[in-house]
Nanobody
Framework: EVQLVESGGGLVQAGGSLRLSCAVSGFTFVDYAIGWFRQVPGKERERVAVLSTTGTYYADSVKGRFTISSDDAKNMVDLQMNNLKSEDTAIYYC????????????????????????WGQGTQVTISS
């Protein structure tokens, strides 16, 4: 059974750093997209960062602050979050996508939440100010 498990969430001060990890079991993700998403009450699930064999994508709100990376030997994808802001408070989810999608710009990894096939349980990140 495919399983994604997030870890590393917690409470940190604004301006601090936190590192989230997503452990993937049931398949290797070298040919897939792995994404970090976040969601707060009353809002849509938001893409934070996506890592695929063809490229890396970041939401404008986190560019320059967050970095997504992979540890292929452990089948794990991390999200290093620096310069955290109160607006980063959310439940963070990792997702895995088995498909790519053709858009105006050509073939791309899965970007939208509905394009992802598997999800973890989420980990809470709370930033105090």
């Amino acid at each position: 059974e495919v399983q994604l498990v997030e870890s590393g969430g917690g409470l940190v001060q604004a301006g601090g750093s936190l590192r989230l990890s997503c452990a993937v079991s049931g398949f290797t993700f070298v040919d897939y997209a792995i994404g970090w998403f976040r969601q707060v009450p009353g809002k849509e699930r938001e893409r934070v960062a996506v890592l695929s064999t063809t490229g890396t994508y970041y939401a404008d709100s986190v560019k320059g602050r967050f970095t997504i990376s992979s540890d292929d030997a452990k089948n794990m994808v991390d999200l290093q979050m620096n310069n955290l802001k109160s607006e980063d408070t959310a439940i963070y989810y990792c997702g895995a996508a088995q498909r790519t999608f053709y858009r105006d710009g050509g073939l791309t990894p899965a970007i939208l939440p509905l394009e992802y096939d598997y999800w973890g349980q989420g980990t809470q990140v709370t930033i105090s100010s």
